[in-house]
Structures are given as C-alpha cells and as structure tokens.
C-alpha cells in the first residue's frame, strides 16, 4: 500500500486503511492474516518517532483492541529481564503493571517471554520530570517570527520588563509554497506565568489588535490557540495583548506552529528566560 497523509477532508493516511482492513479480515475470520497487520500496526503505535492524526491513531486502537478481544480468555503468565534480573509474574485479570524504577539501573532494557495460551500485548510507560526547552529554532515547510511590540508598535525586550507593563506578543506565520495549501495549522503560545493574558473580547476592544482573522482561537489562562489555513506564498499574523503582572524571573517557552495532519510542516521559535522587574518610584 503506497503511503499516503491527507490534511483535509477524510484525514486518511494508509496506516488508517490498514487498520480498517485489519477490521475486516476479523469479520472474515481471517486472523492469521490480520496478525501479520496487527505486528505492523502495534509498532506504529509504539514507534515514538512516529506522527499519527487523531484520526489513525484512534482507527489503530479500535482495530487493535477488536483483535485482543477475539484472544482466547485465560491466566496472563510471562516473565521479564530488567536491570540483569529475571521477574516471573501471573494473573487472571486481563491486564497486569509493573513498575521498574529506572533511576539506578544499570541497563533500562526489556526483554519479555510470554508464557500464556495467548497473545500477549505490551505496553512501555515512561514517566518523569520533563527538562527545560533547550530546541533551537527550526523551520520545516514553514516560516515563523516572533517579535514584542509595546503597544504603539515599537519593538522591546521581552526579557526585562517592568511591571504593569502591556504590551503584545506578535507572530507572523508563512507559507513558503513548497507543499501547496496548508489547511488546519494550529499555532501554539504559552506564556510565562509573570505575564498576564489580556483577553480582548472581555472589553469589547478586539480590533485594536492587528490580527488576521483565524478560523478559531483558544485564550486560556496561559496559553493562546490559534487555528487557521494558510495559503500558498500567504502570510497571517496573530497578536496577543499581555500585561506584565508579577515580578520574578521566569522561563519562556517555545512558540510552534504545526500542520496538525501533516507532520513534515511546522516551525518552532525557541524560549528564553524573562524577567519581570519592580517598577521603582522615586
């Protein structure tokens, strides 16, 4: 099946086909020819450098959980090898967890046996503390700037502002015509939490803001969410009005924008430290 991604109207891609025919083939009572469709598509869902819409993702699960579910009922047996140790472990629920803490390990490998009647399905969690955004600046498909302006346009340093200081954050998006119509990108904000959101549409003042119109937008309490289409050679800018409310130091993370159904198209802008600095009277 030749691979394919749409961005629009059926939002399909070739690993969703193969989740509906691997569907099919259960109706069939083809399992055997499934299974060869199920290994491909468990290590999509496994492949963590690997993209899939919504829409794949969800068609994979269900076609997945309908092959588990014809499985033969019975005792979960299997064992592991974690960190140079054997675990033996068994069960008659449908599922078992086991937590490995990885901190110490010597080796963070698995490798697992499976001593049941049937299939066995595993699944690696990975939980921690995530580090500070250290991305550069990248653009894939896409152009993206990102300036701060006081309020009558004039550029300023984001890094060291004095308190009750408003001022807008602005971003202009483009697309270069490598690919053709953009459709659904979705540009993400999120600000840091000295700085306030000013939520225009609470004071009736929207077009004091020199915004392209998008297709829908999200104000949250610290993020904005922009979604829009863009055009071929188009650009769109989106501003947002913020306020610097508490003093401190803070971390600005990254802007990125993204074809949400096309994962070769997006661009991302690094954070940076900010500070919010005492408004000193004399």
Known sequence: MKPYQEMSYSYGSDLRDKAIILETLLLLGEKTKGFDLLKEISAALSNQNMWMSTQTTAWCLKAA???????????????????????NAKTGLSFAQSNLPVEGAKSTGLNFTNRSNGSLFVRVISEGTPARDTEGDVENGL?????????????????????????????????????????NV????????????????????????????PIYQ???????????????????????????????????????????????????????????MRDEIE
Request: hydrophobic residues 35%; glycine residues 6%.
């Open 186 to 213: 979705a540009l993400t904000q999120i600000f840091p939490s000295g700085w306030e959101i000013n939520n225009l549409r609470l004071d009736d003042v929207e077009p004091m803001i020199s915004s392209s119109i």
């Open 218 to 276: 999200d104000i949250r309490d610290d993020r904005v969410l922009t979604y829009f289409d863009l055009n071929v050679n188009q650009n769109k800018t989106f501003e947002v009005t913020l306020t610097a409310s508490y003093v401190g130091t803070y971390f600005l993370p990254s802007v990125s924008c993204e074809a949400m159904y096309d994962q070769t198209v997006f661009a991302r802008k690094k954070g940076m430290e900010v500070n919010v």
């Open 143 to 183: 152009k993206l700037s990102v300036s701060y302006l006081d309020l009558s346009g004039n550029p300023i340093d984001p890094s060291m502002i004095t308190q009750t200081t408003s001022f807008k954050a602005r971003v202009v998006v483009g697309n270069p015509g490598l690919k053709g119509h953009y459709k």
């Open 65 to 87: 959980s309908a092959f588990a579910g014809s499985e033969k009922r019975g005792e979960l047996s299997y064992s592991f090898q974690f960190d140079g140790k054997e675990i």
